[in-house]
DNA sequence: TATTAAGTTTACACTATGTAAAGTCAATTA
DNA sequence: TAATTGACTTTACATAGTGTAAACTTAATA
């Protein structure tokens, strides 16, 4: 006869109450220490070199609360890129997509998302390059693909009410180009061969104009 | 006192001739398979659950015989990238350079990268993932960058030269416009977003001869 | 002042890369 | 045909990184 005895609770039930405040807010403080660490070594040199270990160490911290803090590496890296889309100005869509002139929605549109990859580029190119590399990471970056996806055709369907013009056909096409236009990939070639971001914005913003000054 | 002996030579020198012949083919099979296996496995699962162990296995192999034809894991995929690069229809190149008519070299220009990142679509894509995410590897994926871009600026002279139009900034641009257009990454976010790499292929025709009719 | 929770310390299991050296065996050559 | 050769295997080991577990420390809280 086999007997399993239960598995004793490694943290016993609290008697009191003790929601902390001081300290919830050191651990905070050590949370954002690693992900800057995080970032930086990331940027610096690159993602197959990126160790917790080292993480830790930049962070002031042991590597056992990096997995405290994150649960796993991968965790940590959601983290990251959960903190940069958000704080990166990418909340700003909202207010954009309020604009009600076709031109300037068009305008913001791709301003927006050319000021994100500009000053997120090094960031965001270790993403994509990630989802590019191993399809679980992929599908996480894919889902945000999608929303700009979404985004881009509200822009054009606002732009084709106001223009009277377009088929179906015509439209979906249209939505894929603003689309790939303003995509980082294409951002980040344009600025490797023209050698500045900020030239790339702004022949970004040309050839989306062409495009949607184009009859097809 | 220590005594330090010289180290003992492994493989004796060789005291008459051994050219292998049939022994050298099962070995360059051996390696084919290992190239195969190494392919499929990086298209399926992606980089970071690629392991030299079931790379191995699928190739029939021992992983020191991996160890053996490759030397490491970083020397295996630059064969397999040669392998690709080479066996890919890039040669071609060298014949569309030579044609003497702008619009048809353009033309056939586009055609080959296109032509190339459609049916090696997921390769590259893992393949520029990993420059993208380690500065290292992206030394050697920059170097094939430099010539498209050479060859890019070569089309843009020879249309300039034969339209007579465009200062030297404006031929520049245009060079930069190009290879970005003609670039895998732009490629690959069309065609995920138009549905098929053929309307992607389609597509970067027409932004790009729209982009050599514009007058700047 | 006892309790609580965050963090540290220490230890271990597991996986993967890379190196080293002796052993196997079929193809080659004298 | 028999010794030699070299590609491959087998076995072993070193190193590094991820992830888990549990006991211990310490400062904030009730």
Redesign the pocket.
């Known amino acids: 006869m086999v007997i399993i005895l239960t598995v004793v609770p490694?943290?016993?039930v609290?008697?009191?109450?003790?929601?902390?405040?001081?300290?919830?807010e050191?651990?905070s403080r050590?949370?954002t220490a690693i992900l800057a660490a995080a970032r930086a070594q990331l940027e610096s040199n690159g993602f197959l070199n990126?160790?917790?270990?080292a993480l830790a160490r930049a962070g002031?911290?042991?590597?056992?609360?990096v997995?405290?803090?994150f649960?796993?590496?991968?965790g940590l890296l959601e983290a990251l890129f959960d903190q940069v889309a958000s704080g990166g100005g990418m909340q700003r869509m909202r207010q954009v997509m309020q604009q009600s002139d076709a031109e300037t929605l068009l305008e913001d549109f791709v301003e927006v998302f050319t000021n994100f990859w500009s000053r997120e580029r090094l960031f965001v190119r270790r993403i994509h390059g990630l989802a590019a590399i191993d399809p679980e990471f992929g599908a996480a970056v894919e889902a945000r693909n999608r929303r700009r996806l979404a985004a881009a055709a509200r822009v054009v369907e606002r732009w084709s009410a106001t223009h009277g013009e377009q088929d179906v056909a015509g439209r979906t096409g249209r939505i894929a180009v603003l689309c790939a236009l303003t995509s980082f990939e294409f951002f980040d070639v344009l600025a490797e061969n023209l050698g500045s971001p900020r030239q790339a914005a702004l022949q970004v913003l040309i050839l989306v104009k062409r495009e949607f000054a184009s009859q097809p």
Chains 1, 2 share one sequence.
């Open positions: 490694r943290r016993p609290p008697r009191r109450p003790y929601s902390s405040g001081k300290r919830l050191i651990s050590k949370r990126l160790t917790l270990e002031g911290v042991t590597r056992q609360t997995y405290n803090l649960g796993t590496k991968a």
